[in-house]
């Protein structure tokens, strides 16, 4: 069913080339504008066995959302189609599972958008279907839903970015308070398997045992190596065996020849440069 | 989908070649293709432009050496500083020495010529005053003033025709070949006395028209001109050119002599008279009155006449046989060149500088096995360490008793260099100011090449020294006329006789001494231009003094002495307080000083730094008013014309020096406020600016905020203000960041997450104690603090030293723990440890040369005018302006903007950056072996590196400051456009007339654009910075006067840099967007070609793109329609008009 609905959009919209699989849909920010940018959507599908984050069926997978479309925008432009579970706009197609964690918003940079791609849940897979039919054109700010730009969404814009200190600080607290926590269970958890072999009899040597161990740093090893290299230089000896001279004498010959290639280059290019006319 | 990977894979299969490309070519994936098309056409040649390090083979680096292999290189090490200096002077030796076949050519030109001249007819005796037997094609190449004169004058063939000079000895450098020949008298023409009352010179004269006359019809010559023996108007000699392709090849001159031993040598002593007042004067002599003046100059002339072909014997029997001392003095005429120093009357020219070796030869400094480089090198500390005009030297080693003492030529000359015959001093019309710039530069010159640099050889002799980029200020005195003026007031009436009524050359020593006195101490060197030789048709008279172009003086200041405004006399009651008075005039006043001594002194109006540099200005034009009657009309200083660009936009008295300092002040009080801060959990340990402002270096300084709140909406419980949409963007207030280190301690959490929730309970509590100790206002965010205090927005962010470790530290599965580079750690590090650390050099800098703020601003207006300024970050333009003050080489340190702006255009012009890194060697930390070291790993790691690469102590390797740009598009583009301002600016600012609209070169090309964004200017918040200040802005809601109460003011609300970020982030793939933050009301885009080539639909790069079907595929290109108009939508109040101005995207 979804197969034969996809063919028919292809053959309604021959005027709108879009490309094989996928719908293309006009949308426009008002009335006002002569043409259209075009969003591509068709119907969110992984391969066999891939994870996604998406229920299948129900998503609708959209290409060359313009910036001036938010999520709101997009879910009410959508919702004639069919009710809608949920609308994530992001920077590139994306199949894996998104980091859901709650971002901060005092401590995640604002991302100015650019041309983003949506997955649009719809409660059920008809929404999909009438979203693939959409003729549009879709226009992003109406009368009675005026989106704002340029300065007005700038100014608006401004005065949410003015910090509420004491929400931060709250924040700031409560991350503290879990992290403490965590580390005290982490250290509690450590100091009890402090000493205690594990199944196959290895012990453990961590850095708060009686005699504290070298930390496990590439920096530490390095300086480890260091040392034995200076002390194993310092009992050689470089003036001793007459072939030593002799090869330290034909060292110094080959880093002059080195050089005067360098130089022979670094003229050849001056002179390709006209870099010896003084007029 | 099929089509894309096939395309895309012979290209990458290009090899290493592409590799090199890209990564010079810049980050832009999409210029890729376009190069490498390019590339397969052009092949090899802009690959062979590019250095890389020597590939050597084993065999071939382990070789057994030859004999000769072994003597050349000792041969190097011992007469050359290095292999390279050698290759170079052997390069420029073979560009500037005529080749065998143009030798050849020029021999039998020389034949022709010598036939010609002993053919020309002889004419009957006739009194030098008749001289209607001279044709009416050819006019007397001589000012006959007065015109009475006794004596007879006819014609006859020469009795000699001798070639002397450069072209014999082989010493002539291209371009201006020449060839002098020496034409000797016979003895009938002249009579006894013939020395008196320039009787010899109008015969001479005379007979250079004749042979003028009919050389004229001969067709062998292209041209046949008069012009004058170095300049000397009294001299007038015979430029003859060959005819047809060779006219370039070659200018004869032929010179006349006295016969040999025609005139007694001990009559032209520079204590005789030659010139006769009551002759010259046209007066009877005075009874029993003063004696006759010498007429030293006078004197010279003729004996530099007489001399000539002795000189020529000297040169050629000491230069004759050693290569190595013809090579030095080919470069030593290449290195005066550069210099502008070897040309006009009283240059230090060729011939000195042989006679100059041939002295040094004499006295053993120079020996005949020396080469070139060692010649120009002991030359050029003989220069240096001696001074001419103190202590003359002479050619002359006899102790003969008849011959003149050299005191007797101090007293005649100001620079004393005697000839072997003892009677001749060979630098009679240098004067003292040229030859102290030529020592000048000769010091300068041994610094250079002590230096060990490897450009040296580039610095020293490729790189031209104009007056207008070498001096500070420059001024251009015209007409010239005036100058005849200056010499009646100065009574110079003596020197006009002896100069035979030259007043150009009579005033210009006493000129600048004049002026040197005066300046004093804020003076380093004062120089003077030579005038240009003329060259005029026979048919012509000889042109007049006043026409020979302007006189243009070029200052050297003292950057230490520029802020002083006083100029302090004596004591009122002593002796020499009389001589202070008459010296200055009007503008000495006696005045108490605090000390209570009263004193004679001047005092200049100068309230800010911009008006204390031009202080030299005041001072030249007293002086030149009080004692030499040119008036300030006559004087065109050039110096602070570039200042107009910096000004503050309310005054226009400052550059925005004072203004700065007074941030700088209030960030000093802050951060002692920081620093005393109770109550902060760790101790603040240190304070460090990273603010442009702080280091001097803003473009335009900010100015304290008073805001007008009823301009505002307010937000009552932050404190805040917030910008309205229905009035006038307010002021645009950039705040100034501060990084605040704090003490160490174990008590910070190991993990990144945690560290930054930590520095944000800092930052609040920060902003708390801030407000409760110091009732500042403060507004706290997750990383950063800002506090208002006294009109200046500070932004303190607290940083923690071990914070970029914790964001490099990887652990490996094994449980190791390395650090590796992220781009969170780089930025860190960046912004907390390199800013300040950048900071903190440049604001030294501007300590030690106080033009230093001044260039680096114009530098970045500049920069930014052109619509470029967004691709450089601030940083790399401060640091390129400050390489103009740590490596000036092969000039001084600018001590104003106008000399140090020429200098970064040339710099940028001709910088090659591609095989070079620019090594900014702040406080002198990087010593020479580890140049060396940096510039051989810049280049084995030339891939990797950005397309402009600044090197600093601090960052030695990887150029944190370009790293995100210039591409090498845009560095190109600048490139073009510096090389373009460079001439039009310096033509400007050379011209005597004024230099019209110096605003000319900061206007950028828009032409280049595809579409043009017009912004309206009342949401440009620095709509009154722009070039062209506009007459009327809009109000931004200020106030005059400090307002009640303090509330934050609206910070970095910039429309136009929202915008932009808006615009980049949407169609980055498709256009580049140029705009000037500085008022610009104009933004250009230009559509990236690449992107704009039919793409086959890849469900990654739709944006902005539509599905088209081309030829029966399918393909997206660039929605262009709708783009047009998502310019207009996302920028609705801002953007006035959307201008499409090509039609490029409908290929």
């Not at chain 2, 052997?90 to 010529?113: N, P, Q, T, W």
């Amino acid at each position: 069913m979804v197969a034969r609905s996809k063919k028919g959009a292809a053959r309604d919209s021959v005027a709108i080339p879009s490309p094989p699989g996928y719908t293309a849909i006009p949308i426009k920010f008002s009335e006002k504008q002569q043409a259209s940018h075009y969003l591509y959507v068709k119907e969110h599908r992984v391969r066999e066995g891939t994870q996604s984050a998406w229920p299948e069926k129900c998503t609708l997978f959209v290409l060359n959302v313009p910036p001036y479309c938010t999520e709101e925008c997009l879910s009410r432009l959508l919702s004639p189609c069919g009710p809608i579970k949920s609308v994530e706009l992001q920077e590139k197609p994306d199949l894996t599972e998104s980091p859901k964690e709650p971002e901060s918003k005092f401590f995640q940079a604002k991302r100015v958008p650019g041309f983003q791609v949506a997955y649009v849940v719809f409660q059920k897979p008809s929404g999909v279907a009438a979203a693939l039919n959409l003729k549009g054109p879709l226009l992003v700010s109406t009368g009675s839903h005026p989106v704002k730009s340029g300065v007005h969404k700038w100014i608006s814009d401004y005065k949410d970015a003015v910090p509420d200190p004491e929400a931060l600080r709250e924040e700031v607290d409560t991350f503290m308070e879990a992290y403490d926590r965590k580390i005290a269970e982490e250290e509690s958890k450590a100091k009890e398997e402090e000493g205690v072999p594990d199944e196959e009899g290895w012990v453990t040597v961590t850095r708060r045992g009686r005699r504290p161990v070298l930390p496990r740093t590439e920096a530490a090893s390095l300086r480890v190596l260091e040392r034995e290299k200076r002390k194993r230089a310092r009992k050689e000896l470089l003036n001793f065996y007459a072939w030593q001279h002799r090869e330290t004498k034909m060292e110094h010959l080959a880093q002059l020849r080195k050089k005067f290639e360098e130089d022979k280059q670094r003229i050849e290019l001056m002179r390709a440069q006209r870099k010896f006319r003084p007029y | 989908m099929g089509p894309a990977p096939a395309g895309e894979q012979p290209r990458g299969a290009a090899g290493e070649q592409e590799v090199m490309e890209t990564a010079l070519e810049g980050t832009g994936k999409e210029k890729k293709k376009a190069s490498s098309r390019k590339r397969v056409r052009a092949g090899s040649p802009t690959e062979s432009l590019l250095l890389q390090p020597p590939k050597l083979s084993r065999a071939e680096l382990y070789k057994e050496p030859t004999n000769e292999e072994l003597n050349r290189l000792r041969e190097t090490e011992i007469l050359f500083h290095s292999s390279l200096l050698r290759l170079q002077v052997e390069e420029l030796l073979k560009e500037v020495r005529l080749s065998e076949k143009k030798k050849d050519r020029i021999d039998a030109f020389l034949k022709e010529v010598n036939q010609r001249i002993k053919k020309v007819p002889s004419i009957p005796e006739a009194e030098l005053t008749d001289q209607s037997w001279l044709p009416a094609e050819v006019r007397v190449p001589l000012h006959q003033v007065p015109y009475n004169v006794k004596g007879s004058f006819c014609f006859l063939p020469p009795t000699q025709v001798t070639v002397v000079g450069s072209y014999l000895l082989g010493t002539c450098i291209r371009p201006d070949i020449n060839v002098d020949m020496a034409l000797t008298m016979p003895r009938e023409i002249l009579q006894d006395k013939d020395g008196l009352n320039q009787r010899y010179f109008r015969k001479r004269a005379l007979y250079l028209a004749h042979l003028a006359y009919h050389l004229a019809q001969d067709p062998l010559f292209g041209s046949v001109r008069f012009s004058y023996t170095n300049g000397c108007h009294l001299k007038p000699l015979l430029l003859l050119r060959p005819h047809g392709k060779d006219e370039h090849l070659v200018t004869v001159r032929l010179h006349i002599c006295p016969p040999l031993d025609f005139f007694r040598p001990c009559r032209l002593l520079p204590n005789k008279n030659n010139v006769r007042s009551a002759w010259y004067l046209g007066q009877s002599p005075p009874e029993g009155g003063s004696p006759e003046p010498p007429t030293p100059h006078y004197n010279t002339w003729i004996l530099q006449d007489t001399a000539m072909e002795s000189h020529a014997q000297l040169l050629s029997a000491v230069l004759g046989s050693a290569l190595g001392l013809k090579d030095g003095v080919a470069l030593l005429k290449v290195w005066l060149r550069q210099r502008e120093l070897d040309k006009g009357l009283g240059g230090f020219n060729g011939f000195i500088v042989s006679m100059l070796v041939a002295f040094l030869v004499s006295t053993r400094k120079i020996h005949t096995t020396m080469s070139g480089y060692q010649v120009l090198r002991s030359v050029l500390q003989f220069l240096a360490t001696t001074d001419l005009t103190v202590n003359g030297i002479s050619l002359c080693f006899s102790s003969d008793p008849s011959l003149p003492a050299l005191a007797d030529f101090s007293q005649a000359f100001p620079v004393v260099f005697l000839d072997s015959s003892g009677r001749l001093n060979l630098c009679a019309d240098v004067t003292a100011s040229t030859y102290h710039q030529v020592q000048h530069e000769a010091r300068l010159s041994m610094a250079l090449l002590d230096s060990k640099a490897d450009d040296g050889f580039q610095l020293l002799l490729m790189t031209p020294k104009p007056m207008i980029r070498a001096f500070d200020h420059i001024l251009h005195l015209r007409p010239l006329s005036r100058l005849q003026a200056a010499c009646h007031r100065l009574k110079l009436w003596p020197e006009l006789q002896d100069n035979g009524g030259d007043y150009v050359s009579a005033v210009l020593g006493p000129l600048t001494t004049l002026l040197e006195q005066g300046l004093g101490s804020r003076l380093h060197l004062l120089a003077h231009s030579r005038l240009p030789v003329p060259e005029w048709d026979i048919s012509q008279d000889p042109p007049k003094h006043k026409d020979s172009g302007t006189l243009t003086l070029g200052l050297l200041l003292q950057p230490e002495a520029l802020t002083s405004v006083l100029e302090l006399g004596p004591e009122a009651d002593q002796p020499e307080a009389a001589g202070f008075r008459q010296f200055w005039g009007s503008r000495s006043e006696l005045r108490r000083f605090q000390d209570g001594a009263i004193r004679e002194a001047v005092v200049w109006e100068a309230a800010s730094l911009s008006q204390k540099r031009l202080i030299p200005h005041q001072v030249v034009t007293h002086l030149l008013a009080l004692h030499a009657d040119i008036p300030d009309t006559c004087i065109h200083y050039v110096g602070g014309f570039l200042d107009a660009l910096i000004q503050d936009l309310k005054e226009t008295s400052s550059t925005g020096e004072e203004a700065l300092t007074v941030v700088v002040r209030c960030y000093d009080e802050l951060s002692r406020l920081l620093w005393g801060l109770e109550g902060l959990p760790l101790t603040v340990s240190a304070v460090q600016g990273a603010h442009p402002v702080l280091r001097y270096t803003e473009v335009f300084p900010p100015a304290p905020v008073r805001p007008a709140f009823s301009f505002y909406e307010l937000l009552r419980e932050r404190a805040s203000l917030l910008p309205r949409p229905d009035k006038p963007c307010p002021a645009y207030v950039e705040p100034m960041t501060v990084v605040c280190h704090l003490e160490g301690s174990g008590q910070w959490p190991q993990d990144a997450e945690a560290v930054r929730r930590v520095r944000a309970a800092f930052q609040l509590r920060l902003a708390e104690l801030l407000t409760q100790q110091h009732n500042l206002r403060c507004r706290a965010t997750a990383t950063h603090t800002d506090v208002l205090k006294d009109g200046f927005v500070f932004r303190i962010r607290v940083a923690y030293q071990r914070e970029p470790q914790i964001l490099k530290e990887v652990r490996s599965p094994e449980g190791m723990i390395s650090l590796r580079d992220t781009p969170a750690s780089l930025r860190l590090e960046r912004d907390t440890r390199l800013l300040p650390l950048l900071t903190s050099a440049l604001h030294g800098l501007q300590q030690q040369h106080p033009a230093f703020s001044s260039v680096a601003r114009l530098v970045k207006r500049w920069v930014h005018a052109q619509l470029l300024g967004e691709e450089f970050t601030d940083e790399s333009l401060d640091l390129v302006a400050a390489s103009l003050f740590l490596r000036p080489e092969p000039f001084t340190p600018p001590s104003s903007p106008q000399v140090g702006f020429l200098r970064f255009l040339s710099l940028v012009s001709t910088f090659d950056w591609k095989n070079n890194p620019l090594i900014v060697n702040l406080n002198n930390e990087l010593t020479v072996e580890e140049q060396v070291e940096i510039r051989s790993s810049f280049l084995a790691a030339r891939t990797r590196l950005p397309v402009m690469v600044i090197i600093t102590p601090q960052d030695r390797k990887g150029s944190v400051w370009t790293q995100d740009g210039p591409s090498a598009q845009i560095l190109q583009q600048l490139m073009i456009v510096a090389a373009k301002a460079l001439p039009v600016l310096e033509k400007q600012l050379t011209d005597p007339r004024g230099p019209g609209d110096i605003r000319t070169v900061f206007r950028p090309p828009l032409d280049m654009y595809d579409v043009l964004i017009h912004l309206s200017p009342r949401h440009i918040p620095r709509h009154r910075q722009a070039v062209d200040c506009p007459a009327a802005s809009f109000c931004r809601g200020l106030l005059n006067e400090p307002g009640p109460s303090s509330m934050m003011p609206v910070l970095g609300y910039d429309p136009p840099q929202l915008y932009l970020a808006q615009l980049r982030a949407a169609f980055g793939d498709l256009a580049l967007f140029f705009y000037d933050q500085h008022g610009g009301q104009v933004i250009g885009v230009l559509w990236r070609p690449a992107s704009f080539q039919p793409q086959p639909f890849k469900a990654s790069s739709t944006k902005g793109r539509m599905a088209v079907s081309q030829g029966g595929q399918l393909v997206t290109v660039p929605n262009v329609e709708a783009i047009l108009e998502d310019f207009a939508v996302l920028g609705e109040g801002l953007v006035q008009s959307v201008e499409a101005r090509s039609e490029r995207w409908t290929v």
